[in-house]
C-alpha cells in the first residue's frame, strides 16, 4: 500500500535548509537545529522544497517517511517563528516569578520550587498566574511546559494546580454532608 503524491516541505524565506550526507540542517533567526535521518528514509532537495521519500515499500518506512516530514517541517518552523505555550496557576496563594533566566514556584510547598531554564528555551511570566515557555524545538517547549506542569497537576475537586491555557479539567463534585 504505497502513497502517490509526494508533498514536499516548502522553501521558506529566511530560512536556509541543506542536506549533508544523512543530516537534514536548518537555520533562521530563531536558531539551528540537525536531523539525522534514518536509514529507511531518503531526503533530497528540488524546486518546490525538501521531498522526504522512503527507501523500501516496508510498513516501517511508510511510517517513518511521515514522521521524518513532520519533524523537518517543524524545524523550519521552529526555526523561522519558534513555538510557545502557555500555562496557566490556579490556586490561592500560588504564583510565579522570574529570578533572572530562572522560575521561581510557589504552589502551595513548604518551599519555592526553583524551575531552571534550559539552554534553547525562553521562560516568561508576564503576570503572576501565567508562564510563557518559547523556543525553537517544538518537541524541547513542550517537554519543559510539561515539566513544569508535573510539579502541582491541577485537581480535579477545586481545580487548582498548573495548566496549559485553554485545558479542560473534569470537575468532581466533593463529600455530600
Known amino acids: 500500500m504505497s502513497r502517490t503524491g509526494k508533498k514536499p516541505i516548502p522553501a521558506v524565506s529566511g530560512v536556509t535548509v541543506a542536506i549533508n550526507d544523512r543530516v537534514v540542517t536548518a537555520k533562521g533567526p530563531k536558531g539551528e537545529q540537525s536531523l539525522t535521518l534514518m536509514d529507511i528514509v531518503n531526503a533530497k532537495q528540488t524546486d518546490q522544497g525538501i521531498v522526504i521519500e522512503p527507501a523500501n515499500d516496508t510498513q516501517e518506512a511508510r511510517a517513518a517517511w511521515g514522521t521524518t516530514r513532520a519533524l523537518i517541517a ?104
Request: proline share 4%.
Open 74 to 177: 517543524n524545524m523550519v518552523k521552529g526555526v523561522k517563528d519558534g513555538f510557545e505555550k502557555k500555562l496557566q496557576i490556579q490556586g490561592v496563594g500560588f504564583r510565579a516569578a522570574m529570578q533572572g533566566k530562572d522560575l521561581k514556584l510557589s504552589l502551595g510547598f513548604s518551599h519555592e520550587v526553583v524551575y531552571i531554564t534550559p539552554k534553547g528555551i525562553t521562560l516568561a511570566a508576564p503576570t503572576q498566574t501565567e508562564v510563557t515557555v518559547s523556543g525553537a524545538d517544538k518537541q524541547q517547549v513542550g517537554q519543559v511546559a510539561a515539566n513544569i506542569r508535573a510539579y502541582r497537576k491541577p485537581e480535579p475537586y477545586k481545580g487548582k494546580g498548573v495548566r496549559y491555557v485553554g485545558e479542560y479539567i473534569a470537575r468532581k463534585e466533593g463529600k455530600k454532608k
